[in-house]
């Protein structure tokens, strides 16, 4: 058994988020923001889109093994286009029997997957900057947190005490993991060899899972404090001016600005600065690895990174000088 932090598992269960239409109690905030997005970008209609319809099975090549415990999006997409084609038209065949037919964009895909496969690893890499990008380093913080929240659990208190409080929907009986709310079932027999815990903010409210042998299982679960992940996150007690004296007043301003990801013109709007100064600001900001730019149709978003949340959350410390001698 082991944790994996793995990308895919946040842009499926997403786009399945976003092609609800609902508005989620925790990710309203960020579907808002993203819909529009995606609208202009025509990926509200794409072969990912029919790929993960809003409810049912989605297929399993689009979560390949994770090659470590925190595998990268380039080796994922790898790991996609790498999928055998007879898996591919398995996937699809099952994906057709459930949602009663396969959209012109999946059929492209059974026809010739070696191609489309390509295609479609393009299409996740310009979902992934629209919807993901800006906001990974803060999920990306709620993931880490959970596999070590987990892991100490198991490593104190055993594997029994971590499945029993995984989720409401798993359970350890003493001989083995039950997932009594799956509708197929998962007998040890047929399931590869180990376990594979993911945790994601967007699965949810039940988990998912992957089971394709020879492959081990995913067991891809809702990670803790997701239901914190888009509340506005205060910035200490004069963080900003200390900031300010170091970044100055402009620069700080902007990294207080971006709560929430947003362009030049937006961010010249909210603050009252000129566009061209925000556009200055920003790339020294950049350069300096405090904010990460995204290319959102004919703009571009800006995000904090984690090293600004972390200068921003840091309590302003009693000032000090150097002694002279």
């Not at 286009?81 to 007879?86: L, T, V, Y």
């Not at 060899?193 to 891809?220: E, K, M, N, Y």
């Amino acid at each position: 058994m082991r944790f994996c932090v793995s990308p895919m598992w946040e842009v499926g269960p997403s786009m399945r988020l976003l092609r609800s239409g609902a508005v989620h109690p925790v990710h309203g905030p960020w579907a808002e923001q993203v819909r529009p997005r995606l609208a202009a970008a025509g990926l509200d209609g794409g072969l990912l889109a029919e790929l993960v319809p809003p409810r049912g099975y989605v297929p399993d090549f689009l979560n390949p093994v994770p090659s470590g415990p925190a595998p990268t999006r380039a080796e994922e997409l790898a790991g996609i286009r790498a999928a055998p084609e007879a898996d591919v038209r398995r996937d699809l065949d099952r994906l057709r029997a459930e949602q009663g037919a396969l959209g012109s964009r999946a059929r492209g895909l059974y026809a010739d997957p070696r191609a489309q496969l390509v295609r479609l690893t393009e299409e996740i890499e310009a979902y992934w900057e629209l919807a993901l990008a800006p906001y990974w380093a803060r999920i990306r913080a709620v993931l880490d947190a959970d596999v070590f929240h987990r892991a100490r659990q198991a490593a104190e208190y055993g594997t029994a005490r971590l499945f029993d409080e995984l989720h409401p929907a798993v359970g350890w009986n003493g001989t083995g993991l039950r997932l009594p709310r799956r509708l197929r079932p998962l007998p040890a027999g047929a399931s590869g060899a180990g376990l594979l815990l993911i945790p994601s903010v967007f699965t949810g409210p039940v988990p998912f899972t992957r089971v394709t042998p020879p492959d081990p299982p995913q067991l891809a679960y809702p990670a803790r404090g997701t239901g914190s992940l888009w509340e506005r996150r205060p910035v200490a007690a004069g963080g900003t001016a200390a900031l300010a004296a170091v970044l100055g007043r402009s620069r700080a301003l902007l990294l207080a600005e971006l709560e929430t990801p947003a362009s030049t013109t937006e961010l010249a709007r909210r603050t009252a600065l000129s566009a061209p100064g925000v556009s200055q600001c920003l790339r020294a900001l950049h350069g300096a690895g405090l904010v990460s730019a995204h290319r959102a149709g004919r703009s571009v978003l800006y995000a904090r990174t984690a090293a600004a949340e972390n200068l921003l959350a840091a309590p302003a410390g009693p000032g000090w000088l150097p002694a002279h001698g």
